[in-house]
């Protein structure tokens, strides 16, 4: 039964957030998060588990997206009589019907080739999307209305809450297939090409084939992803299918974690919050979004998923609460740390006027705000290195012991 | 009857001609060793045979049908099997998936999105059995590419061996090895091969004379003789194109 704990977990978390957190925004935002889950997790179908660096992704999301409003118009306007609880499908199903004529020629081969030519579809249709007013809608986009489809169960889906369960259905659902998919033989052959692909092929399977339908399975989820993002804004513009959309389910993945099946619903949940939250209080939250990327990269190369995971051999061991003490001691200065830098860029970009951070007003214009925040940052930066010897013994402390505790024994 | 025949062979890599004409018939049942100098063109015959390379002219048969210049991934699904000089597993994937990739084709289950590698007891068991067999079984969950050397060149066996095919082509199995691992590799490979076609490319004259039934030399691209042991041993030919090495007069005790 613990096989289906983290599943019922999940689908208790999904249902009843909206029940601790009703606010409209609260709201609003897990609308988008479940958006980004099921998009992140269809790009890690392609980096994580098939080897597939895609830096034009959201071709998929956005062309379900765009035919999806078109359904709810068709709805609107009566000419088809269909529940837009099936939304998302249509997104799906246009979604693969993209990736399969595009992956016919763009699954030959995966590293640069594939990059660049996911880089250059990306580009031709979003320049396409200016282009074909008639179908995109120019710059402004298209947009419909959700609420003129026959009701679901008496529910006409004029609230957001409504569209939250809906969608959460979806997401659910759409996980679910996802994590199945990567125990099937062609999930599991996706891994193996990604890993190498010249073997694969001496054991019976063509790479290009198995690159094919994980491509495949990756478009019609972003589809369904770009589905979900209709059904909740009813309208979508060129921008939901351009770079920058790629680039963001990109950094979801990767911050969340690729190697772990897990890791891109934390990368979404962590920047949609960072988007939705951070973006209230300054203006230069895309820059932080950038040096969290950077630093991810650099420190975390397998995320945030990968650095949970990290602690496992101390949790089985039970030393996980050994290491709570070392971590605030370093992670404390640490913080301080870093929030001195923020401070720090944030006086630079605020010029002059006095401005409110965390519990403080500071102003670049006065020479005792910079001096006590250099001050602060330096002697935090002095502490924390100071400390990083101690956190590093009681790392290898919790992990060393287990393994010779677990070899007595046996 | 022979498994898998070449016909006058040939590959070039520009202007080089790395393969000249080789035939060579493999019986149905034997273990054959290919053995030459360095640069003779044993792996590039190896991969010619198995779909990497393409042929510049001839002929290659397995079984009555025509397998030149078809695609690796066919040629396997036909019955032919090999491994590789360098390691060459799936890293990140488990040492037990790694053998179950390899099973997957055969047991007829192809690219399907509709079956569950949990629910295949009867595949899963089959691995692990495998595993057992190669000494790994301890090793099962552990990711293949933090296995030591030795344990890497057995999964690399495992691998090659796990479709079950008829016939078998290892290049290099031992090379690398330590004596005693090499050891426990031969009685490891004698093993599998049990009822089956084994080629194989090697360079310890120790375990080819060990191992193999019959012996084809290549040397420059060509294959100057193909027999048995003894008579591979008193051939002045091969004599000749070893420039008298020790290993061929006396096959006991001469490392190659």
């Known amino acids: ?410 | 009857m022979s498994i898998l025949s070449l016909r006058n062979v040939s590959k070039s890599f520009g202007k080089t001609e790395i393969i000249r004409g080789v035939n060579l018939d493999i019986q149905a049942g034997e273990r054959h060793a290919i053995i030459g100098p360095n640069g003779a063109g044993k792996s590039t015959l190896f991969h010619l045979i198995s779909g990497k390379y393409q042929l510049s002219s001839g002929r290659i048969t397995f079984r009555d049908q025509e397998i030149q210049n078809h695609p690796p991934y066919e040629i396997a699904r036909l019955g032919l099997a090999r491994s590789f000089q360098v390691t060459n597993i799936f890293p990140r994937l488990s040492v037990f998936e790694n053998v179950r990739c390899g099973m997957l084709w055969k047991q007829g289950l192809g690219y399907s999105f509709r079956h569950l590698l949990g629910r295949q007891t009867e595949l899963n068991a089959r691995a692990m059995h495998l595993l057992e067999e190669i000494s790994l079984s301890d090793r099962a969950n552990f990711p293949a590419g933090e296995l030591a050397y030795a344990q890497q060149r057995a999964l690399e066996l495992g691998v090659a061996i796990a479709s079950g095919a008829d016939l078998i082509m290892l290049d290099e199995p031992v090379a690398g090895m330590s004596l005693s691992e090499a050891e426990a590799a031969v009685s490891l490979i004698r093993k599998i091969t049990e009822g089956k076609t084994l080629v194989m490319v090697e360079h310890d004259m120790n375990i080819v004379f060990d191992v193999a039934d019959r012996i084809s030399v290549l040397v420059y691209g060509e294959i100057i003789a193909s027999d048995s042991p003894q008579a591979i041993r008193a051939n002045p030919k091969v004599q000749e194109a070893y420039l008298g090495e020790a290993i061929l007069t006396d096959a006991g005790g001469e490392d190659a």
């Open chain 1, 1 to 410: 039964m613990g096989k289906f704990a983290p599943w019922v977990g999940y689908l208790i978390a999904l249902l009843g957030l909206p029940q601790l957190f009703d606010s409209v925004l609260a709201i609003t935002i897990f609308n988008q998060m479940a958006i980004a889950i099921v998009f992140a997790l269809s790009y890690n179908m392609l980096l994580g588990q098939g080897g597939m660096l895609s830096f034009g992704h959201a071709v998929y999301f956005g062309l379900g997206g765009f035919m999806a409003v078109h359904a709810l118009i068709l709805i609107e306007f009566e000419t088809v009589y269909f529940s837009i609880t099936l939304i998302p499908l249509v997104g799906g199903l246009i979604g693969l019907i993209a990736a399969i004529f595009v992956g016919s020629f763009s699954t030959h081969k995966a590293g640069t080739v594939f990059a660049m030519i996911s880089l250059g579809i990306g580009e031709l249709v979003a320049a396409s999307s200016l282009i074909f007013v008639s179908f995109f809608g120019g710059e402004a986009g298209v947009s419909a209305d959700r609420t003129f489809g026959p009701p679901f169960f008496g529910i006409e889906f004029f609230q957001d809450v409504e569209i939250y369960y809906l969608s959460a259905g979806w997401v659910f659902a759409s996980t679910v297939f996802m994590y199945l998919f990567t125990q099937t033989p062609a999930g599991s052959m996706a891994n193996a090409v990604r890993d190498n692909p010249e073997r694969a092929e001496f054991i019976g399977y063509s790479a290009r084939r198995v690159r094919f339908i994980s491509f495949c399975s990756s478009g019609f989820f972003a589809g369904v992803a770009g589905g979900l993002f209709a059904l909740n804004y009813e309208f979508i513009t060129e921008e939901n299918l351009n770079a920058v959309t790629s680039g963001r389910v990109l950094l979801m993945a990767y911050i969340g974690g690729l190697g772990y099946f897990i890791g891109p619903i934390i990368g979404a949940v962590v920047l949609t919050l960072m988007n939705s939250l951070l973006s209230n209080y300054t203006e230069l939250w895309m820059l932080y979004l950038g040096i969290m990327f950077v630093l991810t990269v650099l420190f975390l190369p397998r995320g945030f998923a990968g650095f949970i995971m990290m602690h496992q051999t101390a949790w089985l061991s039970g030393r996980l609460s050994s290491l709570v003490l070392p971590y605030l001691i370093t992670g404390i200065p640490a913080i301080m740390f870093g929030g001195s830098i923020l401070a720090a860029i944030e006086m630079l970009h605020h010029g002059g006027e006095s401005f409110g951070f965390l519990f403080v007003t500071l102003d670049s214009g006065n020479a005792l705000h910079w001096f006590a925040l250099t001050s602060v940052g330096a002697a935090s930066h002095f502490a924390c290195r100071l400390s990083l010897g101690q956190l590093t013994s009681a790392w290898e402390e919790a992990n060393q012991s287990e393994d010779t505790t677990e070899r007595g024994p046996s």
